[in-house]
């Protein structure tokens, strides 16, 4: 079974619109951290936001932001007042157990475009 | 502060040559990672190690890959030999557990090494 689900292949927003991109999780482990990654065009792999399954607090980070439900297993990012550079790939990945376990479970990413 | 650093940035070889990619981790990072990304099968784990000491090996795919951490500031991934399915980006990022406190153990990555198997 997937670990990390992302649904959306792809994504189209308009500028200055703000996009939610999804994320869908498996884990039987109490103890777990979620990252999501930005992947631009130019190939490298950039840390947006991390949640901790006990963190009682969504994280946020400048214009980003996790919505993040426990209960349903989602994580999403949420993307505030999008901008043309925030065109890219995006990854969510998983490391199940404590800190320190640090294997993470990337899923297959969603593509997306900002429109000007 | 400079990032975890790869060479070289794109590698380009000939079936049945030993290719070998190189990173330097972000300076006191205790943990480093080697991935694979391809577009069939994503971003994938193929070997960490902790305190230069390697942890889990499970994701190297073959006998024809190894890794190695003589320090701890410089880390191998080699292919020998290469084959044109193994034509891929390889990325190493490193990361900081603080064992007891509140770091989040987050992975940073490097700019990958673009290889191409011919």
């Known amino acids: 079974a997937q670990k990390i689900t992302q649904t959306q292949p792809g994504m189209f927003v308009q500028e200055k619109e703000a996009v939610t991109l999804d994320c869908t999780y498996d884990t039987s482990d109490p103890s777990y951290g979620l990252f999501w990654y930005k992947q631009p065009s130019s190939g490298e792999m950039i840390f947006l936001i991390y949640q901790g399954s006990y963190d009682q607090q969504n994280a946020t980070e400048g214009r980003y932001s996790l919505n993040f439900q426990k209960a349903r297993k989602s994580a999403n990012l949420v993307i505030s007042a999008s901008q043309l550079g925030d065109s890219a790939m995006y990854f969510c990945?998983?490391?199940?157990?404590?800190?320190?376990?640090?294997?993470?479970?990337f899923g297959q990413g969603t593509r997306l475009t900002i429109n000007p | 502060d400079a990032g975890v650093i790869q060479s070289p940035r794109h590698e380009v070889t000939e079936m049945g040559q030993e290719v070998t990619l190189r990173c330097k981790p972000i300076?006191?990072?205790?943990?480093l990672f080697w991935y694979r990304q391809t577009m069939m099968r994503g971003l994938e784990l193929l070997i960490y190690?902790?305190?230069?000491?390697?942890?889990?090996d499970s994701g190297m795919p073959e006998d024809r890959f190894s890794a190695k951490m003589p320090n701890a500031s410089f880390s191998t991934l080699k292919i020998q030999p290469s084959e044109p399915r193994d034509s891929a980006v390889y990325f190493c990022?490193?990361?900081?557990?603080?064992?007891?406190?509140?770091?989040?153990?987050?992975?940073?990555f490097g700019p990958g090494t673009r290889l191409t198997v011919l």
């Open positions: 990022a490193s990361s900081l557990w603080l064992a007891g406190t509140l770091s989040t153990d987050t992975q940073y």
């Open positions: 300076s006191g990072h205790d943990y």
């Open positions: 190690f902790n305190n230069n000491v390697p942890i889990d």
């Open positions: 990945a998983m490391r199940e157990g404590l800190q320190g376990a640090q294997k993470l479970v």
